[in-house]
């Protein structure tokens, strides 16, 4: 999943790149609402977190703007303010949800993950593909009853085709929101993810889980 944060202090803006990162998402950091407009705009995140107070834009224009433009990335607001007017306005300007500073982190996770979760139509914490267990909270995988391990990217790839399982995805797709704005993108290091997610997923299984439609892409269905 790729995040992007948009926050002007810098240290907690970087505090929560690095909380995010070592949770397998990826994540860009803007420092004004200028450059977060851009990235928001123009990038597929999976989700924003937005702060309201902000140089240049601020987070409420931001969100109105890119709702305007129909983009439905979900959308965690932060607030300095505990005011109802601020959440209302918030709330009502398309955001999924609100943080009020100070927070901890483990609740911005929680919350993260839960506005990501409802985006994909995600009711429950574990999602399965046929024998395959994916448990999007603690990032555990099992098939047939049995733990699999995984590297964060690793997993990070899995997660991206479990939560779009009976969708084709074309490598640029994968690539775009396992990876962030630093990376180039390379084809062929999607299919070499692959080839070694299949031999910790499907190896040794009769049912293969994971499908190359060819020319095309990747897609995983049960
Ligand atoms: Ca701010």
Known sequence: MRVLVVEDERTLANLIKEGLEEENFSVDVAYDGEEGLFLAENEPYDAI???????????????????????????????????????????????????????????????????????FGETE?????????????????????????????????????VLNRNKLLTRSQISEHIYDYEYDFDSNVIDVMIARLRKKIDKGFNKKLIHTVRGAGYMIKG
């Not at 901890?104 to 839960?114: D, K, M, Q, T, V």
């Not at 399965?128 to 990070?156: F, P, Q």
């Open 125 to 161: 914490n574990i999602v399965k593909v046929a024998d395959l267990e994916l448990n999007l909270n603690t990032h555990e995988v099992k098939r047939g009853g049995v733990k699999i391990e995984l590297s964060s990217k690793e997993y990070a790839l899995l997660e991206y085709l």
């Open 49 to 119: 977190i937005l702060d309201i107070m902000l140089p240049k834009i601020d987070g409420i224009e931001i969100l109105r703007r890119i709702r305007d433009r129909g983009i439905k990335t979900p959308v965690l607001m932060l607030t300095a303010k505990s005011s109802v007017e601020d959440k209302v306005l918030g709330l009502d300007s398309g955001a999924d949800d609100y943080l009020t500073k100070p927070f901890s982190f483990e609740e911005l996770l929680a919350r993260l993950r839960a506005v990501i979760r409802r985006a």
